[in-house]
Each structure stands twice: as C-alpha cells, then as structure tokens.
C-alpha cells in the first residue's frame, strides 16, 4: 500500500469511472485498476464493485476512502509543517464561501489579509451551502463560511457573527407609510426570494414564519439567482425584499428607487458561522483568517457571541 493507491481509491471514489479518475491522476486506466486491486489484495477487502454498465463504492469501501482523505490530509499538512517551518501560516488556504455573503464580505478582507499576512495564499470557492459542505468532507477545501447549521460529526462550527436583515421596498410601497414593521406586515406583503437552492431565501421564508413558496399567481415566476438582481425587481416596483446587513451598500445607489429599512423585530437575521473538519491541522491559520474577518465587519453586524475554535 502507497500514498497514490489511496490517490487513485479516492478518485474513483468521487468520480465513480475508471477512465475519469485515471484521467485525474495522470496515469493510464489499466495501472489505476492494477493498482487499486493490488490495494485491495493488501487490505483483504473489496473495496468497488465493478460491472460494465456502473462502478459502486462498496460500503467498506466507503469506511476506507474516509481513512484514506484523512490519512492524504496529514501528510499533506506534514509536508506543509516542514516548508513552513519558521512560518505556520505559509501556504494555501482554500475557503468556501456562499454566494450571498462573498460579494459584501470578501472586498473588506482582502487587502488587510494581504498585508498582514502576506504569506497566506487565499483560494476561494463560491457556491451553495450543500455544494461547499460536500467539498468539505472530500477535503476539496479546507472551510467554509455559510449561513446554516452544519450537521455532522466531521464538522465543527465557530460562530462568527449575527447579519440582521433589512426590508427594502420602492419609495411608493403601501408599507412606506406604516412608522413600524411588524411581522404580519412580512407575512402579508408581496417579498421577492431568491430561486431554490440559496439557504437566504429559506432563511427569509423562516424569519417571516412563511412556510412555503407560492408556486402560482404574480409573484410565483419572480425568481432571482443575486441580491442585485432582486433589488433591480424592487427598484422596478415588482415587490419587496429582506437584505442582509452587508449588502446595503449595494442598495446605497442613488439610482435605485428604493427605502431601507432595518427591522426591530425578535430573530430576524441570519448567522454567519465558519466550519471546518475536526481533523483539520492548521488552525493558525484558520485563527488568523477569523481574526481579520473579525476586525473588518461594519457595526451593522453582531459579533458578541464569537467563541474560540473548539480543540
């Protein structure tokens, strides 16, 4: 057994075709297949099941691959240790990030993260919560920052701040005249979501106590992929919306005809929190990339409830 028959266990693995995962190794399908029997010849154990139409994970082949990832990530983070020596947080960092928080967030860290920590190469991946937390237990990133609970004995969480919302309508909305927005006001008014998929537009439904989406009449077809597309709708007159804290600067454009207004109601904001596998070795650097994040966030957030990483 070798550090490259696990390589090649795992990308059959997630692949689940010979000639894609030997594609991804870089070598021919013939070794990979040679290599992984040989791999299990060595355990005593089938690890795939391979017919002509399919190839299939068996079950304590997916027990292995687990293993396998763990085992890839140490000696990746040995190999780390020892180039970086004399520098803990040298070397990449990949975080995932969702989609409505990457555009308002990232620009404020850039730069101080550079400058303090120049040695840190940033990678970030955007995508939807359940896409980055699949990366995360393939080891494909090494965190991620998202709105939603993560479930799982692999992952750990840190809170790092509340996002309250805020209402937007147009100028001339019925709700423009009321001095206080209560809930049954949300209830009733005419919100715009973003499409299925983005955990905000659960989390708008869940603040309102909404508990599904309409699937006829005007506001049915109104379905935004981005922020800025759903406060063009607003602007144009075509209902309202719930915007994160961060992301009223992009409201802010005096071409918008639109209000903001923020909400003094109980529980209406999201919860930013990082997540990261238990077995991840490098938590200086996760630290140093919280701490930034931390000292570039806009009152309009709360980070009062941010607690250490758990050990």
Known sequence: MNLKD????IAVADTKHFGRAAERCFVTQPTLSNQIKKLEQSLGVVLIERTKRSVEITPMGKEIVLYAKRVLEQ???LTQVAETFHDPLAGSLRIGIIPTLSPY??????????K???????ILIEDQTVVLLEKLKRHEIDAA??????????????????????LVHPVDHPL???????LPDLINSDLLLLSEGHCLADQVMEVCHIKDR??????ADLRATSLETLLHLVSAGFGSTLLPALAIPLALNKDRDITLRRLTLADTYRTISMVCRRSFPRRPVLDAFIS???????DTVNTEQSLPLEK
Do not use: C
């Not at 303090?116 to 940033?122: A, S, V, Y």
């Not at 423009?176 to 209560?182: A, F, P, Q």
């Open 176 to 182: 423009g005249n009321k001095v206080t927005i209560e």
């Open 105 to 114: 967030l990232i620009p404020l860290i850039l730069k101080p993260l550079r």
């Open 116 to 122: 303090k920590f120049p040695q840190i190469k940033l």
């Open 75 to 77: 000696v990746e983070a």
């Open 6 to 9: 696990l390589k090649y266990l």
């Open 292 to 298: 930034i994040i931390l000292g570039r966030l806009p």
């Open 145 to 166: 920052l998202i709105a939603t609970k993560a479930e799982s004995y692999e992952i750990e969480s840190r809170f790092l701040f509340d996002e309250p919302f805020w």
């Open 214 to 219: 309409a699937n006829q009449g005007d506001m």
